[in-house]
């Protein structure tokens, strides 16, 4: 390693920025795993078979009613900032689940990304 005192100002300068150049990847990888690790802790530790909330509806800004399901019952509670309440148990026949809200959801969305994506070509084309 050459001494700092031997170095130029502009040699000077270079070091010192590919060095905090380099911290800044170091950081950025650890956040990047750390990140990963912990999305895949969290993914295994939410998975049950017994429990789902199947519905949310808001009620105002920081309080829901939710639909959920403990193994084969069905419950609906009120969340809120720091309570959880058991408003009643609902029977299986009672409940419409409705299995294409999520589709809609995803080809609206689709159908939004195709427009941005060709304006974006448009544009690249000029």
């Known amino acids: ?5 031997l170095m130029s100002g502009k040699a000077e300068g270079a070091a010192q920025f590919l060095t905090v150049f380099v911290i800044f990847l170091a950081v950025l990888a650890i956040t ?4 990963r690790l912990v999305g895949k802790y969290q993914k295994f530790q939410g998975f049950n078979k017994n429990f789902e909330a199947i519905e949310t ?37 009672d409940i419409e689940l409705n299995p294409d809200v999520n589709p809609v959801a995803n080809d609206r969305f689709k159908q939004i990304f195709e427009v941005a994506r060709d304006k974006i070509t448009k544009r690249g084309d000029k």
């Open 32 to 35: 990047y795993y750390t990140t």
């Open 57 to 93: 509806y808001r009620v105002t800004g920081n309080k829901f009613l939710q639909l959920i399901r403990v193994g084969k019952r069905y419950f609906i509670v009120a969340v809120g900032k720091d309570e959880i309440s058991l408003i009643s148990e609902v029977s299986k026949e």
């Open 1 to 5: 390693m050459i001494p700092v005192t």
